[in-house]
């Protein structure tokens, strides 16, 4: 930004955006999608894009970036590059050879240097799969959530007290439970989930993260992210027994029809909405679900989508809604809006 305000001060030139493609690979071409490709839409003739380096525009090569420049200086706008302050017009791209030679060097060094970089980080991740096919602790970023790094030991163990949260889980799978009825159970308990799914500032059980817990083999001490999984690389949460156990359990669960209330509403099927015509379906909220006289409502099955014909419409459908309560003899029709 330093180099861009003192060129605009001393050529006499008026900085009138920025534009950063920060994390977007120049080397795969990704930055000329991202905030690059909106600004050189928005080139008029006469502008000027300053541009740190030939590599900020393309490292793909000389042919990539030849044909980059022809796209903006076609447009009548100059390409300035700040290292060396080149100005590179549509006159000077196509006659000047010391203009296309520096251009060209520019380029094939950035896509030169790029390549040996993306070649040293393969090789590093190799070595890391090829240190994990061996069995040997490699500390990485992702473990599974009920493991920590020990610095001390050098090898993940066991946070136990996480640990004892999934073995609940695995306890109430073999017992019956499905997913959506131990997501309830914790949410009653009020048991701190174990792992963020969504909203990191705010964590909540839900049924994918409980589903991936307990579907992952990663469990009893697989590594499941290579093919085939390596055997015996994690320490293990629960025994092999209860792990199969839990997955018996879950596929009988799966053939089960299962109904997302906890009484039957006369009205499911049958009523529709009066806005957009398709039918109300249950919608049961998960706060509801710990207290002795539930509420619950049927809602348009549009609720969360945009109207039919009109793509400008909010997200949800104000169509009609059924709200009923769950007493303990069964279901009383509180108001239909």
Same mark, same amino acid.
């Given at each position: ?38 600004? #050189? @839409?928005? &080139?008029?003739? =006469? ?9 900020? &525009? ?13 796209? #903006?200086?076609?447009? =009548? ?8 302050? &080149? ?12 203009? %296309? ?36 602790? @490699? ?42 009825? %131990?997501? !309830? ?9 174990? @792992? ?78 009066? !806005?957009?015509?398709?039918?109300? #379906? ?24 945009? &109207? ?13 809604? %059924? ?6 003899? =069964? ?7």
């Amino acid at each position: 930004m330093a180099l861009a305000t003192d060129y605009c001060q001393r050529h006499g030139l008026e900085l009138a955006d920025k534009f950063t493609d920060s994390g977007l690979s120049a080397f795969k071409g990704k930055n000329q999608a991202g905030q690059l490709g909106k600004l #050189i @839409t928005q &080139l008029q003739p =006469g502008d000027h894009l300053l541009v740190e380096d030939t590599d900020r &525009l393309s490292r793909q090569g000389w042919v990539s970036i030849g044909r980059l420049l022809d796209e #903006i200086t076609s447009k =009548g706008a100059v390409v300035v590059i700040l290292r060396n302050e &080149l100005k590179i017009t549509a006159d000077n791209l196509n006659r000047d050879m010391g203009v %296309i030679m520096q251009t060209v060097m520019g380029a094939t060094l950035g896509s030169e240097e790029s390549q040996k970089k993306s070649e040293r980080i393969a090789a590093v991740y190799e070595a890391k799969r090829q240190a994990i096919r061996q069995g040997k602790a @490699t500390k990485m970023n992702r473990m599974p959530c009920w493991l920590e790094w020990d610095d001390e030991l050098e090898k993940p163990v066991l946070n136990e007290a996480k640990a004892a949260i999934v073995r609940q889980l695995f306890e109430l799978a073999c017992a019956g439970q499905g997913i959506l009825a %131990i997501v !309830r159970q914790m949410l009653s308990q009020k048991v701190p989930p174990v @792992t963020v799914i969504g909203n990191k500032a705010k964590p909540v059980w839900s049924q994918t993260a409980v589903r991936r817990i307990l579907l992952n083999k990663a469990a009893i001490g697989f590594y499941t992210v290579l093919d085939p999984p390596v055997p015996g690389y994690w320490p293990p949460v629960v025994s092999d027994e209860i792990f199969y156990a839990a997955q018996a359990k879950l596929n009988v669960a799966k053939k089960v029809k299962s109904h997302t209330g906890s009484e039957t509403n006369l009205f499911t099927s049958l009523a529709v909405c009066g !806005r957009c015509g398709l039918n109300l #379906i249950w919608a049961f909220e998960l706060g509801a679900a710990v207290k002795t006289n539930h509420t619950g409502k049927n809602a348009c099955a549009t609720k969360q989508k945009t &109207l039919p014909g009109n793509p400008a419409a909010p997200r949800r459908c104000p169509g009609h809604k %059924i709200w009923w309560s769950a007493a303990s003899r =069964g279901c009383r029709l509180k108001r239909i809006v």
